[in-house]
């Protein structure tokens, strides 16, 4: 449950994020009926205080119902991205970034809809102070971000709206 003073997330999503949510929610209620399957014979074997079956399976069952009535609450009010911008050596939703830190230390990140962002994969989210930073930023332009080790300076090098290699 979204507390009462949560920051709002962006409603916004790349197709391939719209995709893979949508498939989440399906395998979900495919796994859903596994589990309540399995959650029936586990009742049935009697004393459920005890049936670590039953206690598992019960616990299992919340755990896909939260995120069921989330994507279901969610997912009617995301707003898919497809187009690619007209200025395309500025930085918008969607974008790949290659900035420099002032080591020469290069990284590409992607910004990307709050639903699908991935720190292994170095995709932001379009809420994030770094994403916030670099929003219509251009090719070359300088910005300066708070991180949790502190502010750093980074440079862009390059703007894409494909993947990189």
């Known amino acids: ?3 009462e003073h ?3 997330r962006s409603p916004y999503i790349t197709r391939a994020g719209w995709v893979t949510l949508n498939r989440e ?3 979900l209620w495919k796994k859903r009926r596994e589990v309540v399957k399995h959650l029936g014979a586990a009742a049935a074997e009697g004393d459920r205080s005890e049936n670590a079956e039953y206690i598992y399976r019960k616990k299992q069952l919340r755990e896909i119902d939260r995120r069921i009535r989330y994507l279901q609450k969610r997912l009617p009010t995301l707003k898919v991205v497809d187009a690619q911008p007209e200025g ?4 918008f939703f969607g974008a790949w970034i290659t900035l420099q830190d002032d080591a020469g230390k290069k990284n590409v990140y992607r910004i990307v809809g709050a639903d699908e962002f991935d720190p292994k994969r170095n995709w932001i989210s379009v809420d994030s102070p770094m994403a916030r930073a670099l929003l219509k930023r251009r090719t070359d332009d300088a910005i300066s971000v708070q991180t949790p080790g502190g502010r750093v300076e980074l440079v862009i090098l390059r703007v894409s709206y494909s993947a990189p290699g």
Do not use: C, L
């Open 1 to 3: 449950m979204m507390q």
């Open 88 to 91: 395309t050596d500025q930085v």
């Open 25 to 27: 929610q399906d395998e």
């Open 6 to 8: 949560a920051p709002a």
